[in-house]
């Protein structure tokens, strides 16, 4: 009542002063100059935009609505809640809906159907709002937000930050995964370039991998923990990260792991390839310039660069040599890729895995592995036989349970991974259906021949290493 009174008040004192004005005009001066100034008071007045303004200030005063805008860019930056907002609504699909807008961002998904009407209801506990598109004069798009001035609070309190966070997660869903890869330095013009991508269609998932089961579910439970860990993070005071060390043979399933991952949490998957790059403050300007919800992956960490102990011996006796710390401005030291981990770079870009790769632990720096860098270190060993169990289902739709361990195939194929190093990989070669025709005996047999061969050549490896052993102990 107040601001209604005050409102009136304020219209009122104009109105009269412009009467006044306009009295005083038509008395003093003759009609020909009466015609001249109030054809420019008006003139000016709509240039000024005088007058759609005090129309404006009326209809706010007096309307119980309450208007905001989301532009689609601020400042020259793109607005993420618009694109949030764009997608909450796309996703308030009902079977009302009449104007539908359908899309497939990713090819293994299915065709999403959204609403796309110009202006849409919605209602929050209890509270209607209406969103509109609307472009301005720039052709810069906003959503704009209208809800009646009893529901402010709510509306501002709440129900907006609910809309970008509902939004966020349908996008993180939907969203296509990308593969970046750094482009050399010398390519970079601004940090858009640092990083080529493509769309992410690898087919792994946890589901067809192949290890021993209790250990999957261990993995998969600890990512799910990461995933729904922003509070946690938060209150332990810890950068909202976890890095993997994935070890083991060739062959073992450590890619096709990071391709699950990525896949399984709908994360980007950043394959950085260390060769390329030059130094630490090259480094740090690619891992700043990735974004959240996405896996760094260092592949063949020991091959990548020299990041043995020699080599942080060698950085330490540079560094007391030269009074200072890690400066190294030729390459990138293990000094300068610990800060990323743990240092305070960690810290840029929430909900980030990192993982690193290796075919052999043993080269690696301790202080590369110690837990609390690598929180998790997972070993992919060679084929055995529960793994087996799982590719025969991939490849040959064989579903195998705990009965058919005792068929004699099972039993062969079971004693025989037992004494012999092979990799999923090659067990998967034998099991591959030939002209897309599956043939589970003739593949069973495959790869009972192919065992045995291997258990052959790796026995007489076995005998002649013993013999060596034996003259060295004996000549030694
Ligand atoms: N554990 C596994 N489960 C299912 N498939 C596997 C597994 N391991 C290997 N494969 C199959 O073998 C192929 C090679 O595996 P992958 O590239 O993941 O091995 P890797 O451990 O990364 O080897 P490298 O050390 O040589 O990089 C994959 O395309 C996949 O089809
Ligand atoms: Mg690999």
């Known amino acids: 009542m107040m601001m209604m009174g005050d409102a009136l008040g304020g219209i009122g004192s104009s109105v009269a002063s412009l009467f006044f004005i306009w009295a005083t005009i038509q008395q003093l001066f003759p009609n020909h100059l009466k015609i001249a100034i109030k054809e420019f008071i008006f003139s000016s007045l709509q240039q000024l935009g005088f007058a759609q303004r005090v129309l404006d200030h009326f209809t706010n005063l007096v309307s119980p609505y309450v208007e905001i805008n989301f532009p689609e860019s601020d400042e020259y930056r793109f607005n993420h809640a618009f694109s949030a907002i764009e997608t909450y609504l796309g996703s308030k699909a009902t079977e009302k809906s009449k104007l539908l807008r359908g899309s497939q961002v990713k090819e293994s998904k299915g065709l999403v159907l959204k609403r796309d009407e110009a202006k849409i209801r919605d209602e929050y506990k209890g509270a209607n709002v209406w969103w509109e598109t609307v472009t301005d004069t720039d052709g810069i798009r906003s959503y704009k937000l209208t809800f009646h001035n009893s529901a402010r609070s709510l509306i501002t309190d709440s129900y907006i930050q609910y809309v970008v966070e509902e939004g966020k997660s349908v996008e993180a869903k939907n969203k296509q995964t990308k593969l970046f890869t750094n482009n050399p330095s010398s390519q970079w013009v601004s940090s858009h370039n640092m990083w080529r991508y493509i769309d992410f269609e690898h087919p792994a998932s946890f589901e067809t991998l192949a290890m021993d089961p209790e250990k999957k579910q261990e993995i998969l439970d600890d990512l799910v923990a990461f995933s729904n860990g922003k509070e946690y993070y938060k209150k332990i005071g810890k950068a909202w990260k976890r890095g993997y060390l994935l070890y083991g043979p060739p062959g073992t399933g450590k890619s096709t792991m990071i391709a699950a991952m990525a896949n399984f949490l709908n994360y980007n998957i950043y394959d950085l390839e260390l060769t390329a790059v030059k130094n630490n403050s090259e480094l740090r300007k690619l891992l700043t310039a990735t974004s959240s919800k996405s896996v760094v992956v260092i592949e063949d960490i020991d091959c ?64 590369l592995i110690r837990r609390g860098r690598m929180d998790m270190h997972i070993e992919l060993s060679y084929c055995t036989y529960g793994a087996f169990k799982i590719l025969a289902k991939n490849y040959l739709d064989l579903d195998l349970n705990d009965e058919d361990d005792d068929h004699p195939f099972c039993k062969k194929i079971k004693s025989l991974l037992k004494e012999t190093k092979i990799s999923p990989a090659d067990v998967a070669e034998n099991l591959m259906a030939r002209n897309h025709q599956i043939d589970v005996v003739g593949s069973l047999n495959l790869l009972v021949q192919a065992l045995e061969e291997y258990n052959y050549y790796q026995r007489r490896q076995h005998d002649e290493d013993k013999k060596k052993n034996k003259r060295f102990t004996i000549f030694g």
Do not use: M, Y
């Open 304 to 367: 990548s660069v020299d990041l043995s102990g020699d080599r942080i011996k060698k950085d330490r006796n540079t560094a007391e040599k030269s009074g200072e710390q890690g400066k190294d401005t030729n390459s990138v030291t293990l000094s300068g890729l610990l800060n990323f981990i743990d240092g305070i770079w960690s810290a840029c870009g929430q909900e980030r895995i990192v993982v690193f790769t290796t075919n052999h632990l043993e080269k690696l720096d301790p202080a």
